[in-house]
């Protein structure tokens, strides 16, 4: 396993949660990082990524100045701080590894198992 998704859980309406994201050695420090979500019946939709260096990050425009990508390169790891959840948020959340920030699942060659995170109202 490369890449290990963990932090979902059920949280209520204005809550935060925090998820992680392990990688193998080989596949964090070569690639950016980024989050995806998937909601049941939809597409799996852009979230936030994150350079290599972890200086420059993108979010989609739902979850900007409530969601925060970090890295912490030492431990392999990357981050997603969410706050402010709301219930359109409910979806199961993957990390990807590629070779750019792109908004697009399909130019991500690595992925996670994923992670579920329910907001009720």
């Known amino acids: 396993v490369q890449l290990q998704a963990s932090g979902g859980g059920l949280v209520q309406a204005g809550g935060s949660l925090t998820l992680s994201c392990l990688a193998s050695g080989s596949v964090f420090s070569a690639n950016t990082m980024a989050w995806f979500r998937q909601a049941p019946g939809k597409e799996r939709e852009f979230v936030a990524t994150i350079s290599r260096s972890g200086i420059d990050n993108d979010y989609a425009g739902a979850v900007k100045g409530r969601f925060t990508v970090s890295r912490d390169n030492a431990k392999n790891t990357v981050y997603l701080q969410m706050n402010s959840l709301k219930p359109e948020d409910t979806a199961v959340y993957y990390c990807?590894?590629?070779?750019?920030?792109?908004?697009?699942?399909?130019?991500?060659?690595?992925w996670g198992q994923g992670t579920q995170v329910t907001v009720s109202s």
């Open positions: 990807g590894a590629g070779g750019s920030m792109y908004r697009r699942a399909n130019l991500y060659e690595y």
